[in-house]
């Protein structure tokens, strides 16, 4: 695969926070009985003519702001001509030359820790239309059922430059602009309801070549999935190549069971969808003061927060990317440090990347569920940060925080007298007894057995409980071995 070079754009559909549809009145909420959701326009009855909802506009406006695009100042929409069973006017409202956004870009970092890189992936343009509904082929005994509440969902379908060269740089784009949309509170981003959804445009060339024929892989679901999905593409497209074959444009699905992707289509180009002004819609016009206003509305964005991260509180790029994955984990970093005090912000960064999301990831929670208020954290972060408690011992005590067995990390270490001994006569001691009992560990070390020093470290460690301060025992083990 070195010989080859991958192109990759991607293609979502963000579902539009509104309670109402694009067009009409009927509600968005997921999970309701079928065709109970879909009014006289949804419907697309005789004589019904579709009103344009003012959020869902607005949620466009605080995307292309978000994202430092133009935000067009009249845009038109359009209707998209194509046959879906679950399409009932035959047609798609959407928009086509004249988009709600044009431009813009997003930052991602790609690795982690020191072999982290930052990329800037470039927007094309973002516009809304209106999801169809949804064909239903289980339980019907070799039919199809179709159900329409989907019909008329407001949708952000944001298309990027072909910029990203592989599955990796695909995944950190779409979990930033996943990230992004639910920060500035646009979309609720759950990929298992179909709220936000990606279509990967693939094709590999030789470096320095023309652009490749690119594949569509439609409607993936899952960040895994993307990636999956986007590795056996690869694959496919350069063993195809590489064997004397032609890759033609289609629209491929991805089969998570087989690993592999599958041609669905022949993929249309825009001429084929036949797009024609809707005349129910007058032109959408966006003045500056509706600009201005929704400008204002805006939270601190994640770039700018991660900016600030970095340069407040010291923290590398990966870090501070990983701190803002939402808008969540950023405020509870931050009341984590408020806590523990400025100087701690880079132990509770640690904490709250490490110890903190491995347990609610074990658990199957969000950090809005987590038993630990960052406070708390806070709290235990500024005892280690202190010497109070070493790190070994700070466990237990976010155990003990975790089952509730405590208000604060002050009085869980009172109360179980986990206090760290820094007393350095004490630990003389413990060393010195430690020292006399295992005289077989210290021919060892003496021998170069690097192996018997660990093993003598862990007997002072038991010896005092787990509460000797580690570097003043392994100073003093060094010095008394020396």
Request: with cysteine.
């Amino acid at each position: 695969m070195k010989d080859w070079e991958v192109v990759i754009g991607l293609e979502t559909h963000a579902q539009l926070a509104t309670v109402s549809k694009i067009f009409s009145g009927a509600s968005t909420a997921f999970g309701a009985a079928p065709n109970t959701q879909a009014s006289p326009v949804d419907l697309a009855l005789p004589g019904v003519l579709p009103v344009l909802n003012k959020e869902a506009v607005e949620c466009a406006i605080r995307f292309g702001l978000a994202i430092g695009a133009e935000v067009a100042e009249k845009s038109v929409f359009a209707r998209k001509n194509y046959f879906y069973p679950d399409l009932p006017k035959g047609y798609q409202i959407s928009q086509f030359e004249l988009p709600v956004v044009l431009g813009g870009a997003l930052n991602i970092v790609v690795g982690s820790g020191e072999h982290a890189v930052e990329k800037r992936i470039h927007l094309t343009r973002a516009h809304l239309e209106e999801d169809a509904g949804k064909s239903l082929h289980e339980d019907f005994g070799g039919k199809t059922g179709i159900d329409l509440n989907r019909a008329g969902t407001p949708l952000l379908e944001i298309v990027t430059e072909p910029d990203m060269r592989s599955a990796d740089e695909a995944v950190a784009y779409a979990k930033a602009l996943h990230a992004l949309v639910r920060w500035i509170g646009i979309c609720d981003g759950n990929m298992q309801e179909g709220s936000f959804r990606c279509d990967a445009n693939v094709s590999v060339r030789r470096p320095g070549a023309p652009l490749g024929t690119r594949r569509e892989i439609k409607n993936l679901n899952s960040f895994r999935f993307l990636k999956e999905a986007i590795e056996a593409e690869i694959r496919w497209q350069i063993e195809t190549l590489e064997d004397g074959g032609k890759v033609r444009q289609a629209t491929v699905l991805f089969d998570p069971d087989s690993g592999e992707t599958r041609a669905m289509r022949s993929k249309e180009d825009a001429h084929d969808y036949r797009y024609f002004p809707d005349p129910d819609l007058l032109p959408l016009i966006i003045d500056a003061n509706w600009k201005a206003r929704v400008q204002a509305e805006l939270p601190e964005l994640p770039e700018a927060r991660k900016q600030r991260f970095i340069a407040a509180y010291g923290l590398s790029a990966y870090d501070a990317t990983t701190l803002i994955a939402s808008a969540e984990i950023a405020d509870y970093f931050e009341a984590a440090v408020n806590a523990a005090g400025q100087n701690a912000a880079k132990p509770c960064a640690n904490w709250v990347m490490g110890e903190l999301a491995a347990r609610l990831n074990k658990e199957g929670l969000d950090i809005a569920q987590s038993p630990v208020a960052a406070p708390q954290l806070g709290g235990l972060v500024a005892r280690i940060v202190d010497n109070t408690v070493s790190n070994a011992i700070a466990r237990k005590v976010f155990e003990a925080l975790w089952s509730g067995e405590g208000k604060s990390a002050d009085d869980i270490i009172e109360k179980q007298g986990l206090k760290q001994i820094t007393d350095s006569g004490a630990i003389e001691r413990l060393v010195d007894e430690t020292l006399a009992a295992n005289a077989a560990n210290v021919a060892e070390y003496k021998a170069g057995k690097e192996k018997a020093f660990n093993a003598l470290v862990g007997q002072v460690m038991k010896a005092a409980k787990g509460k000797a301060n580690p570097q003043q025992v392994n100073e003093i083990l060094k010095r008394k071995l020396g």
